[in-house]
T-cell receptor
Framework: GAVVSQHPSRVICKSGTSVKIECRSLDFQATTMFWYRQFPKQSLMLMATSNEGSKATYEQGVEKDKFLINHASLTLSTLTVTSAHPEDSSFYIC???????????????FGEGSRLTVL | GENVEQHPSTLSVQEGDSAVIKCTYSDSASNYFPWYKQELGKRPQLIIDIRSNVGEKKDQRIAVTLNKTAKHFSLHITETQPEDSAVYFCAASINSGGSNYKLTFGKGTLLTVNP
């Protein structure tokens, strides 16, 4: 089946620094990837839709200047949390589905997730 | 936009009993309804999904039913086992066959199966 890989799985940083999280589709080309945020014991909240070769589409209330998304290739999307603060501590998880013509069944595959802790 | 409500938030059953989780959605255009299982600290895994052109789908001990008129769908797990213990999320989306649809998730149900 399709595999989406995310890195790093855990990161601890100091307040004010920036952190980059990578999301890769390993066996298919993903023109679209999604970034979610999950607080402890809560649901997955969509932050933004990452579009290869164009600007990301952000959900209402998500600061695009704080959460920079770059989808530079068909297999890689990155999320950079800029000037991180303790309230940015969370579980960030990416997802993607196979494009049409490559066995798209509608299933959304998730990365392993990245747990960010900002001190 | 789409709004998905999920109940109950927690569910505790005895091993061997059945578990039912219910969700409602608001957008009548939604046509794809997956269910995900998430163990602590891990990624969500798809366990079953249903599209709006069918009313019921079953896969071994897991089944999902969909009532388009009432805009609700349910997950049924029979003969529960301790390894079924996890958080279950329902979701809804409009899937036109492309890859750029987005899922709206329910708030999750923590299922505990007691041995």
């Amino acid at each position: 089946g399709a595999v989406v890989s995310q890195h790093p799985s855990r990161v601890i940083c100091k307040s004010g620094t920036s952190v980059k999280i990578e999301c890769r589709s390993l066996d298919f080309q993903a023109t679209t990837m999604f970034w979610y945020r999950q607080f402890p014991k809560q649901s997955l909240m969509l932050m933004a839709t990452s579009n290869e070769g164009s600007k990301a589409t952000y959900e209402q209330g998500v600061e695009k200047d704080k959460f920079l998304i770059n989808h530079a290739s068909l297999t890689l999307s990155t999320l950079t949390v800029t000037s991180a603060h303790p309230e940015d501590s969370s579980f960030y998880i990416c997802s993607a589905s196979r494009p049409p013509g490559q066995g798209n069944s509608g299933e959304l595959f998730f990365g392993e997730g990245s747990r960010l802790t900002v001190l | 936009g789409e709004n998905v409500e999920q109940h109950p938030s927690t569910l505790s059953v005895q091993e061997g009993d059945s578990a039912v989780i219910k969700c409602t959605y608001s957008d009548s255009a939604s046509n794809y309804f997956p269910w995900y299982k998430q163990e602590l600290g891990k990624r969500p895994q798809l366990i079953i999904d249903i599209r709006s052109n069918v009313g019921e789908k079953k896969d071994q001990r897991i089944a999902v039913t969909l009532n388009k008129t009432a805009k609700h769908f349910s997950l049924h797990i029979t003969e529960t086992q301790p390894e079924d213990s996890a958080v279950y999320f329902c979701a809804a989306s409009i899937n036109s066959g492309g890859s750029n649809y987005k899922l709206t998730f329910g708030k999750g149900t923590l299922l505990t199966v007691n041995p």
